[in-house]
């Protein structure tokens, strides 16, 4: 028998706020354990919740790029359990009324073909706190994380492949990262998502019995859990076993899930409304004020650099993969680059620098308005790619600006007279390598190139002095 | 009241907190003389029926004498300038302890004022010592706490009602100061009808209910327990208002100052008789006095008509199904991790039932107890999901008896102050107390109980009004107009403050 494998999401997305969700405390803080925490956030006897409004508006955002149906009124509810990282004994969230339903996933199947994963709803939530096992047994607790505001997305079941289920987690989190909701940080797990598998008989229209897979913390654990699990599920069920309704746990290491709870031991977490928050509402401004305010999306961004630039599908890659890349890309264009160029220095020059730092755009030391200026001198024939690439180099210390060198560059010498001193010195001092280009060899040339490039200073424009050099020996 | 040490002539003990304002403001004697006669009166009497258990002398010396300097250099004085008052245990105080009078919160320090006494300290009253009240604010007769029973000041034989029974002793006992109290399910008014003084529970939302231990938190609000509603009035006007560190705080209208009141400005002449509150279960003597001031408010020009309540008989069993499930998720915090006494065990499981077992006393481990059942999967529905429906028919019941009269009004007990120990292993007789003041607990709305004269045995008899949501101050005023009458309540227990 052949069995098609289901697939559904949770993902939990912490959105990129400067505060907690219901408190003042810096969220994301990096300072030492339990520094960035507050009476609210740790729950503190007689202290009050109160919702920060950017959390509403990351919400709404995230919502706006899925294409969700934003709900005038949502409610908080507390979600009860014992943890000791959950200091309050419950966690603040959306059960009975969340506040963004429907919407969908963009993604693309393995063989290109776009499609959609639906979603359930969006809710908000916030974060527990961390806790710290010591390999002597002894737990630490830091509340740091304590009360940080999440999103959780909640997707439809979907026939998809561990590839494609991948592909839906990482459009998530470009989408997020796009419109500033979440750093998408997996390793952070700034990004988390847990995974509902189940299988069924190819053609068959009735879900088997799923399981839930937890501790996801890449794309590949991802991808290679829903194939394990399927796998196994497949197996049991081809032996004439029956699937339990559980929660299981993905060892990375060793390959395989492993069951961790069935359902009947699930944590009864007792949901009701939160009495210390008022139903939330949101506007119709509130959500025009979002969309707004609002990048030009990733979709829109592609088709109009392909139609308008040019550019072959591939390149757009990496110029894609951060709306930061793109904005200054679209920068150096707007003072005056030529897209091909912008896009060439960018693939080459800016991104090899970044990569060896691992650094993003938003580090470069250069202002895309300078790189745009060089580009310009470059077409207009003032500098050499080579020159102007020095120079790039030179710029690359903070402390240097390329505009004031550009400026002290001037323009490389095209004088033919200045141009001619040079050549005919290095002519005369290397009469070998001389020979050697009148004999038809051509590679001393690159030698003589540098002698005179040197003895300039870098100041002779290197095609003038090749063709001098070519006048000067036929 | 003779002179005092330092030589000045002390206001009469059954003195209000406006008329201890006004004595001081003719200079009869100093803020220093005041505060420190009003500490030994914590210190002997206060202690002596169990209702203060923290006298806080050096901090409330140090702000009289703040007070004597503003008042003699001149400076702005504030509306409360001198004026002592004390915090029930569940309400948070820079100094001192906030323990709820739990074992679990044992010594534990809040460090901060909560917004209702920081806004009363900000207007000039002077924070004397801490109130005595049921564990976590849960009882009707102030006899779960941890720092041991309340005796009531007309019979000490008797309770002083709870949960704000040591602030109800307090201002039944004594003048000159107010008290803060916090009311779920009657906590202000029961004690205050018990204990022959003024309570109000304020509209939920009036009062930030920052800093105060959360019970039941879509029921709780802090409110004042006073010798008049005079003194409510305006305890209220400082401490009421929209808090930003409490999202369900808001600001209502009508703040007025409680000089404005006189009968002529009284409001509300429709009043409303609630006749379930005058059935068998309701004690006659009770009963007999709510009918002899109904004929009091007619003299004075008022309509009085019977109105019913046919959801009164459901109120009290809605109240214990969503009071519980919220302290059971509010006292979840209590969890000897973070906060909390923490009994060392061998793993994590152990250490939550060892603590929590060790450090909560009965009656909050059966409404923990109870919350969690009503709240779990199979059983939320039956009970938790039917009781919000049943408040929603309380709500809208009250709510249209408010549009036909201004107030409604009901004995607050069913019976008069019991014998302490009567009902302590009968928790379904002890819950019997709330038959009349929960419905205003549910249906968020204001509610003062007065004291309005004795029974046979000498005991005082409080009386209650509820009006409509934001109608706290229309309230006060009608009380004030009743106490205008005759000076009946004035009077204090015999060797009450000695």
Not at chain 2, 367 to 377: A, D, E, K, N, P
Request: charged share 25%; glycine share 8%; net charge negative.
């Amino acid at each position: 028998m052949s069995w098609t494998t289901v697939v559904g999401l949770e993902i939990h997305a912490q959105m990129a706020t400067q505060t907690k969700m219901f408190c003042a405390c810096r969220r994301g803080s990096s300072a030492s354990a339990n520094e960035s925490i507050c009476p609210v956030c740790v729950g503190w006897p007689g202290a009050l919740p109160v919702l920060q409004s950017e959390a509403i508006r990351c919400a709404i955002r995230a919502a706006l790029c899925l294409h969700c149906d934003i709900q005038e009124f949502s409610r908080f509810d507390r979600k009860n359990y014992f943890y000791p990282d959950l200091p309050k004994g419950y966690q603040i969230s959306q059960f009975y009324r969340p506040y963004a339903l429907g919407g969908g996933i963009p993604f693309e199947r393995e063989d290109g073909s776009p499609a959609e994963l639906p979603l359930v709803r969006i809710h908000m939530e916030e974060d527990a706190g961390k806790s710290v096992h010591e390999s002597d047994g002894t737990s630490r607790i830091d509340l740091n994380r304590c009360s940080s505001p999440l999103l959780e997305i909640v997707s439809e079941p979907l026939t998809m492949t561990g590839k494609e289920a991948a592909s839906c987690v990482r459009s998530v989190r470009d989408l997020l990262r796009w419109v500033e909701v979440c750093d998408g940080d997996m390793e952070k797990g700034n990004l988390r998502c847990d995974v509902n598998v189940s299988v069924m008989p190819e053609g068959s229209n009735e879900y088997g019995t799923r399981t839930e897979l937890k501790n996801l913390n890449s794309f590949v654990s991802i991808e290679r859990s829903v194939l394990v699990e399927s796998a196994r599920q497949i197996e049991v069920l081809t032996n004439g076993g029956e699937i339990r309704q559980e929660t299981r746990l993905w060892d990375q290491d060793r390959e395989i899930t492993e069951s961790m709870r069935g359902k009947e031991d699930s944590p009864d977490y007792r949901y009701f409304p939160e009495p210390d928050l008022p139903v939330v509402q949101i506007r119709s401004e509130d959500i025009e004020e979002q969309r707004a305010a609002l990048p030009e999306m990733p979709e829109v961004r592609l088709s109009r650099w392909l139609n308008d630039y040019g550019y072959p599908q591939l390149e757009t890659v990496p110029l894609m993969a951060r709306r930061a890349n793109g904005d200054y890309l679209e920068e150096m264009i707007k003072e005056g680059a030529d897209p091909g160029s912008a896009s060439n220095w960018f693939r080459g020059e800016i991104l090899r620098h970044l990569n060896d730092r691992s650094e993003k755009i938003e580090d470069f030391p250069v202002k895309a308005k300078d790189l745009a200026a060089l580009i310009v001198a470059v077409k207009e024939d003032r500098f050499s790619g080579g020159r102007a690439k020095s120079l790039l180099q030179e710029a690359l210390d903070p402390e240097v600006s390329l505009e004031s060198l550009i400026e002290a560059a001037g323009s490389q010498e095209q004088d033919t007279d200045a141009l001619a001193e040079w050549v005919d010195q290095v002519i005369a001092e290397n009469p070998d390598a001389i020979a050697k280009i009148r004999d038809g060899d051509m590679k001393p040339m690159g030698f003589l190139m540098g002698q005179i490039m040197k003895l300039s200073s870098g100041q002779a424009h290197p095609k003038k002095v090749q063709e001098l050099i070519r006048a000067r020996l036929s | 009241m003779g002179e005092s040490s330092g030589g000045g002539v002390l206001p009469t003990p059954e003195s209000t907190s406006i008329e201890v304002m006004a004595h001081l403001k003719a200079g009869k004697c100093t803020t220093v003389e005041l505060i420190g006669h009003y500490l030994r009166v914590l210190e002997t009497t206060g202690r002596d029926l169990g209702a203060a258990v923290e006298v806080h002398s050096d901090s409330a010396l140090a702000a009289a004498q703040e007070s004597d300097a503003r008042r003699a250099s001149g400076k702005p004085l504030g509306k409360l300038e001198g004026v002592p008052f004390t915090a029930k245990m569940n309400i948070s105080t820079a100094e001192g302890t906030t323990d709820a009078a739990s074992g679990m919160l044992r010594g534990f320090k809040a460090n901060e004022d909560s917004t209702a006494v920081a806004r009363l300290r900000a207007e000039g009253a002077i924070l004397v010592g801490k109130s005595n009240c049921d564990e976590f604010a849960m009882g009707a007769s102030n006899e779960s706490s941890h720092h041991g029973v309340v005796h009531n000041p007309w019979d000490r034989d008797r309770v002083p009602g709870g949960s704000s029974g040591g602030a109800a002793a307090l201002a039944g006992s004594f003048g000159w100061a107010f008290h803060l109290g916090s009311d779920t399910g009657g906590s202000i008014r029961q004690p205050a009808a018990f204990c022959g003084a003024t309570g109000l529970k304020p509209t939920w939302g009036r009062v930030s209910r920052r800093g105060l231990v959360a019970f039941g938190s879509s029921l709780d609000q802090i409110g004042p327990l006073t010798r008049d509603a005079r003194d409510a009035q305006l305890v209220l006007s400082v401490m009421e208002g929209g808090d930003p560190l409490d999202a369900t705080s808001q600001d209502f209208d009508s703040v007025k100052t409680p000089t404005e009141t006189s009968a002529e400005t009284i409001s509300m002449k429709r009043i409303g008789l609630v006749s379930e509150g005058l059935t068998d279960a309701i004690d006659p003597e009770i009963r007999q006095r709510a009918l002899e001031v109904t004929e009091q408010l007619k003299n004075m020009g008022h309509e009085v008509v019977e109105v019913s309540l046919s959801t009164l008989s459901k109120a009290n069993a809605c109240y214990q199904v969503i009071a519980t499930a919220e302290a059971s998720s509010n006292l979840a915090r209590f969890d000897g991790i973070h906060t909390g006494q923490r009994v060392e065990s061998e793993d994590l499981e152990e250490l939550y039932s060892k603590s929590r077992r060790q450090g909560f006393g009965a009656e909050v481990r059966r409404r923990i107890m109870l919350g969690t059942f009503v709240l779990s999967s199979g059983y939320i529905d039956a009970y938790y999901g039917k009781a919000q429906q049943v408040r929603h028919e309380i709500r809208q019941e009250i709510l249209s008896a408010l549009d036909t009269v201004d107030s409604l009004m009901m004995p607050v007990s069913p019976f008069a102050p019991f014998k302490i120990g009567e009902r302590v292993s009968d928790p379904l007789a002890l819950y019997a107390c709330d038959i009349l003041t929960v419905t205003a607990n549910l249906a968020g709305v204001p509610a003062v109980a007065i004291p309005c004269g004795f029974d046979s045995g000498g005991l005082p008899i409080g009386l209650q009004w509820m009006g409509k949501h934001g109608d706290d101050h229309r309230l006060l005023d009608l009380a004030t107009s009743l106490q205008d009458q005759d000076d009946a309540w004035r009077g204090l227990p015999p060797g009450g403050s000695q």
